[in-house]
Structures are given as structure tokens and as C-alpha cells.
């Protein structure tokens, strides 16, 4: 089995039509897809259920009802029960390039090795029923190659376009394996130390310029919702499992993974202001923010920056 497209699955409604005729139309007879229907309360695993009895690749289709438990448990169990030499995390609502399959098979070619396969990706949105572009998430100008995990990161930090996302590569199955990777069965950011890790063991990733997948930012979805105290205190708490992940790595790549956390958890503050006291109160919270005073302070000044200008 070549490739195994993991799909976790809650009330996505329509949107998962989608999503399973963009896949199976690209796969080869040595491709799966897998689809973790979370408990959804609609009508996402009668969809499912049809479209398998109806296409020709539905014997390529797996499917696992279980429980609502969350997205890190229904990435794992997709993960269990994938067979393929790499294995693609994909969300449900999102959208994949019509060459995705194809282009991984050619660079999996030219790269027999290749542990870890990036490309670039993008946020959208849709506006009087088309599809508009809101922000790069990862972007490419050209092919590149790293020997070494450590580089890629320092490369996406530098150029302020890391994300810990699963969607945004396809790794080798014995590469999640040999890395120790799990998802952190918690609410929110429970795939953080899960790539850094990837990451961290590949020996070999690729990463090419083709736009080959688009993040689908919706009314209630993640991205684009109003944040909880919970939710800022779980990215706190995945900060510093990764800092503890990278300790044994160069001091220079630990000041930047820092950096980019830091600054993620304080615009997100920044963005939800009336969760500061609540944050801040919590055990988390106040000593993330005690250990980085001098941060806190280029912060503040950045932020009053912006405001003025905002003004």
C-alpha cells in the first residue's frame, strides 16, 4: 500500500462529498482513505456509507464510527488502522490539489528515501459562492531539500511559516513510528509535539512549491473562532512540551521555536484581551509569563505599535 489519506470526520455535513471524490478520484489501486467518523450527530456517515456503495474505489474506503472522543484520539485510531508507506492527516472540510497523489508519487521517485514530503498550502474562504485566498500558511517559491529535520524547522521559523499542522505534510508511516509521535489527547494544539517530532527524526524531506492543499477558514471553525482561557493554556502547555522535546537540540533553534511560540500564545492574548486575567491566574499561565519578562516587554511595545497604527 503506497498511500493511506486519514480523515477525521465530525458533523461535516455536505462538505465531505467533497472531500471523498477530490481523493478518490486521484487514487491508484495502491491507495486508501480512512475516515474516523467521530460521533457526528448529522448525516456525515450515511454520506460516507453512500458514496463507498457507489464508487468505484469504495472498497479503498475504510470507515470507523466511534464515540465523540476528539480529534487527537480520531487521528490516532485513523493512524492504527493505516497501512500505507505514508500516510497524509487530512481534515474533513478542506480541500486537495487534483495532482496531490501524483505529485507525491513523483517526488517519492526522485527521492526514494524521502521521509517527509512538504508543499505549500493556503487559507480560504468563501465569499458569494466562490472560493477566495485569506493568507498563505506555507509557501514555497521553489523545490528544496533538507538532510536534516533541524534545518527544515529553523527554515520555517525563519521565514515565519511554521505551523504544526498535520496537513501540511505527508510523512513515511515508520518515520511516525521510529519518532515516538502521538497526538496529546487534550481539546485543542494536540498536534504540536506530534510534528516537531516527525520533524525532528526525518533524515530525508522534500518540499516542492505546488499549492496542493487549501485550509477552508469557516463561520464557527477553529481558526476562525473566539478562543477560550482553556484553549490559550493548552497552547501554553504545548510550548513547553515542545521546548522540552527540543532541549537536547542547538540553542539557536530552541531561541527561535521559542520566539515563534511566544509570540503566538501573546497575539492570541492580544486578539482575546478579556482572557488575560483568567489565563494569567491559572498555574500554566503565570509561569510561562514569569519566565519571559524581557519578551513581554518587546510585546507590549510591538503591540502598541500596532494599535497606533491601527488608530
Known amino acids: 500500500m503506497f498511500l493511506s489519506v486519514v480523515v477525521p470526520c465530525y458533523n461535516v455535513g455536505p462538505a465531505i462529498d467533497e472531500l471523498l471524490a477530490a481523493v478518490t478520484a486521484q487514487m491508484g489501486d495502491d491507495d486508501e482513505l480512512v475516515l474516523v467518523d467521530d460521533g457526528s450527530v448529522d448525516d456525515t456517515a450515511a454520506r460516507i456509507r453512500a458514496f463507498v456503495a457507489r464508487s468505484p474505489r469504495g472498497r479503498q474506503v475504510v470507515l470507523k464510527q466511534t464515540a465523540n472522543a476528539g480529534a487527537a484520539r480520531a487521528r490516532a485510531l485513523g493512524l492504527s488502522l493505516a497501512r500505507g508507506e505514508f500516510v497524509f492527516f487530512c481534515d474533513s472540510d478542506d480541500l486537495i490539489d487534483v495532482d496531490f497523489i501524483a505529485t507525491l508519487r513523483r517526488q517519492q521517485a526522485l527521492h526514494p528515501a524521502m521521509d517527509l514530503m ?3 498550502s493556503a487559507m480560504v474562504t468563501a465569499r458569494d459562492g466562490r472560493l477566495v485566498p485569506v493568507a498563505p500558511k506555507v509557501a514555497y517559491a521553489e523545490a528544496r531539500r533538507y538532510e536534516d529535520g533541524g534545518e527544515l524547522l529553523a527554515h520555517h521559523l525563519r521565514q515565519r511559516m511554521y505551523t504544526a499542522a498535520v496537513w501540511t505534510y505527508v510523512a513515511r508511516r515508520d518515520l511516525i513510528e521510529r519518532s515516538g509521535a502521538a497526538f496529546t489527547d487534550r481539546g485543542a494544539h494536540e498536534d504540536h509535539l506530534f510534528t516537531l517530532k516527525v520533524i525532528l527524526a526525518a533524515r530525508l524531506i522534500v518540499a516542492v512549491p505546488d499549492l496542493l492543499y487549501r485550509q477552508r477558514v469557516r463561520d464557527g ?3 476562525n473562532s473566539r478562543k477560550s482561557a482553556s484553549y490559550v493554556i493548552d497552547r501554553i502547555t ?4 515542545a521546548m522540552a522535546a527540543l532541549r537536547d537540540r542547538p540553542a539557536a533553534l530552541r531561541r527561535l521555536y ?3 511560540s511566544f509570540y503566538s500564545v501573546m497575539w492570541m492574548l492580544w486578539d482575546n484581551r478579556d482572557l488575560v486575567g483568567a489565563v494569567a491566574r491559572t ?5 510561562y ?3 519571559r519578562p524581557l519578551r513581554l516587554l518587546g ?3 510591538r503591540a502598541a505599535r500596532r494599535g497606533l497604527r491601527r488608530g
Open 118 to 120: 512538504f508543499f505549500s
Open 221 to 223: 471553525s477553529l481558526t
Open 238 to 241: 504545548a510550548a513547553d512540551e
Open 258 to 260: 521559542d520566539d515563534w
Open 283 to 287: 498555574r500554566e499561565g503565570r509561569a
Open 289 to 291: 509569563l514569569a519566565a
Open 299 to 301: 510585546f507590549a511595545a
